[in-house]
């Protein structure tokens, strides 16, 4: 499995962001999809998950501000992330699990400052 981010860049605070992820290869094999974030000298944390049956797990610092989404039949994974904050800013990481192994983006950066 390879997966492509796309869609980060630099917003003021209170802005919005939509990250984009492509999966290709053995897609079909993926079970759950997620976005994590990792921010200079401090670990890669979770921040959405989605499993292929719609179940969604958010981590608390970004519940109702970021709504994960996933096109199954595109093989595509979305990041809405609306009102953002200086603290938001990180990498952002798609990842993608099966019964496999697990798989990496290789990050798009997001930074939020005024």
């Known amino acids: 499995v390879q997966l492509v981010e796309s869609g980060g860049g630099s917003v003021q605070p209170g802005g919005s962001l939509t990250l984009s992820c492509v999966a290709s290869?053995?897609?079909?094999?993926?079970?759950?999809m997620g976005w994590f974030r990792q921010a200079p000298e401090k670990q890669r944390d979770l921040v959405a998950t989605?499993?292929?049956?719609?179940?969604?797990n958010y981590a608390d610092s970004v519940k109702g501000r970021f709504t994960i989404s996933w096109e199954n039949a595109n093989s595509k994974l979305y990041l809405q992330m609306n009102s953002l904050k200086p603290e938001d800013t990180a990498v952002y990481f798609c990842n993608a699990l099966s019964i496999w192994g697990q798989w990496w983006g290789q990050g798009t950066q997001v930074t939020v400052s005024s």
């Open positions: 290869g053995n897609t079909g094999s993926i079970h759950t």
């Open positions: 989605i499993t292929r049956d719609g179940i969604i």
